[in-house]
């Protein structure tokens, strides 16, 4: 994209944060009941149902609507860039460990389920803490070994993509994106993972209010993409204006030159995630296949709906791939895509209602 083109209109832009924000609690939520659970080995029903691979203290399963650990992670980053109006790397690591040791924003109010990277990077943050010397300014990178690169920081990254959306410079975005991954999942393809989908995510977030949805999956999702050309929307609705290409190569590089992860950058400089079969599709805990499963769906679909059925035959990680789906196909397609009868049934939704709606008050485009 060169012309300089208008925001969408505030109520545009603010309906498609709260899609990405509900859309990956609904995605959460609806994969929940088959995580683990292998390929082939269940139907799906399409609806919320109760959940057997978590059960609350009394035994019980896990009521249907109920969010995993990706969401509640996402709210609590969710309410620390409300609170500090800006990324505080120490104070969501503080309230992931709230959310760890007391179950702040879990659904049941307790932690029961947590990914072995984050259970070590928060432990290394809470050693940090008692060594009593003030905390560096910038979040320390840890777990920053290959067999680390679980999906972990793109489950929960959701909000803060929403809260940069009007960001100065593509970087801005991008290193508070990495910054996010570094408390918990240091390794380059995570960090990578994290940097691709905030991305994309405020891309479509600021996109052209006249493109549809198949437009704005081709003009985003590819190899060339910059999201400095999405960063400039600004100009009067009817200009004409194209940036000097000279300008424009100087100042804005492709998303693919800040990549240094090999396996992250092959999903994105080779699009694998547009010619591959659904055989060929892994719902992991991996990273990059996590990522990659997400844009193959949100790719050969054309409804949230649509991509969200597609991913929850394929178990393994589907809560997470779903989570992570649900976040970038709602700032895709916006808040009312995603169905009414899955928002009614998301289990403890005044939370997500206070949490979501409170951080898009904040950082959401104010009426004209």
Not at 73 to 81: D, H, K
Not at 128 to 147: D, F, M
Request: glycine share 8%.
């Amino acid at each position: 994209m060169t012309a300089a083109y208008k925001l969408p209109a505030p109520s545009t832009i603010r309906s498609r944060m709260l899609g990405s924000l509900y859309g990956l609690s609904v995605g959460d939520a609806l994969g929940g009941p088959y995580e683990f659970q292998r390929r082939g080995s269940y139907t799906p029903s399409g609806e919320m149902e109760e959940s057997h691979t978590f059960y609350t203290q009394d035994g019980e399963p896990l009521p249907k609507g109920s969010w995993t650990d990706d969401s509640s992670m996402a709210l609590c980053l969710a309410e620390s860039l409300r609170e500090h109006n800006g990324f505080v790397w120490a104070d969501a690591a503080e309230k992931w460990c709230a959310w760890q040791e007391r179950g702040y924003m879990s659904v049941i109010d307790e932690c029961f389920d947590i990914g072995n990277a984050t259970r070590q990077g928060l432990y290394q943050f809470k050693r940090l803490k008692l060594e009593g010397r003030p905390l560096p300014s910038t979040a320390p990178r840890v777990n920053n070994q290959p067999n680390m690169a679980g999906n972990g920081s793109i489950m929960r990254l959701g909000p803060l993509p929403v809260f940069f959306w009007n960001s100065s410079t593509a970087s801005e975005l991008y290193d508070a994106a990495a910054q996010s991954s570094y408390v918990t999942h240091g390794t380059a393809s995570c960090v990578d993972g994290c940097v691709l989908m905030s991305g994309f995510m405020v891309a479509f977030l600021r996109a052209p209010e006249e493109w549809s949805a198949k437009e704005k999956k081709e003009k985003i999702l590819n190899k060339d993409f910059r999201l400095e050309d999405y960063l400039a929307a600004a100009a009067p609705a009817d200009s004409s204006a194209t940036p000097d290409p000279a300008t424009a190569a100087a100042t804005s590089a492709s998303l693919s030159e800040r990549l240094t992860s090999a396996q992250m950058r092959l999903v994105h400089v080779n699009e694998t995630y547009k010619t591959k079969t659904v055989e060929e599709i892994r719902c992991s805990g991996f990273v990059v296949h996590t990522l990659e499963a997400a844009l193959w769906s949100l790719w050969h679909t054309e409804t949230y709906e649509e991509g969200l059925l597609k991913l929850l035959p394929l178990g393994e990680d589907v809560d997470t791939v779903g989570a992570v789906y649900g976040a970038i196909a709602g700032a895709c397609y916006g808040l009312a895509a995603i169905p009414q009868r899955w928002m009614n049934d998301l289990n403890k939704k005044e939370v997500l209602d206070q949490v979501y709606g409170g951080l898009v008050d904040v950082c959401g485009p104010k009426d004209e």
